[in-house]
C-alpha cells in the first residue's frame, strides 16, 4: 500500500513463496522451511524484485522465536529454543548466520538477551547470572565485559548506526557508552539516579546523541 495509491496485490502465495512467513520488512520477506536433513532454512526475499535475497541455514529443526538481521541481511541472529530448566530462567540459545554459510558462525549458549550491531560484526550478549560482554562475531573473541548493578539482572544495550558505538545499561551506577577501534574498546560512564530505571533507549541517527527513556 503506497499512500494516497489504490493498494495492489503483489503476489499468492505459490512456489516462490515456500515455507511459513514470519516476518515482512519492507522490500524484504522472510520464510522459515525445514528440510529433511533435520536442519531449518531462513529465507530472505525482495518481493518486488522476485528474487532470493539471502538463505541462512540454522543448525537444527526448531522453532524460530525471534531473528536480527544485519543491514545488508549478510548475517543474522536467531533465537531458538533451550532447555526448559534454561527457559524458566529466560536463556535461549542463539545462532549467528552468515548468508549461504552450511554451519553457524558463532553459537551463544543459554543467554538471556543478544543485540546484533547493524553492520553484523558485533554483538552483546548475557548469560543467566552474569555479566553482559561485548563480541566479535568473525572471530568469536570477548571485547568487552559490561559492569551490572547488584541489584539487577538484565541489561539493555543499543548500537548506534554505525556499529561501532554501543549503550548498555546494568543498573543506575552500570551505564556505559563503549567505543571500538583498532586500539581496543573505549568506555564512558554514564551518570543515573539511584533509582532511576531504564525502560529504553535509542542513538541519534548521526550516533552523537543517546535518548533514554525511564520510568
Sequence with gaps: VEAGAVP???YDKGPF???NLIRVDPPCIVTLDYSEQGTSMLRALNFEERSVVAD???STRAQVYEEQFSRSMRRCAVMLPGSN??????GYNWEILDAGAAEPVL??????????????EYLVTQAIDDHAVLIHVSTGQTLYE??????KDWT??????DSRTVAVYGGFDAYEVVRISEEGCT?????????TWLSSQCFSPDGTRLLSATR
Design 156 to 161: 539493555y544495550a543499543v548500537f548506534a548506526a
Design 85 to 90: 530448566e534454561t527457559q524458566r530462567h529466560g
Design 56 to 58: 541462512y541455514k540454522v
Design 107 to 120: 553459537k551463544i549458549p543459554v543467554a538471556l538477551a543478544l543485540v546484533l550491531s547493524p553492520d553484523g
Design 8 to 10: 495492489r496485490k503483489i
Design 146 to 151: 559490561f559492569p551490572l548493578d547488584k541489584e
Design 187 to 195: 568506555e564512558t560512564p554514564l551518570e543515573f539516579r539511584i533509582g
Design 17 to 19: 513463496l515456500s515455507g
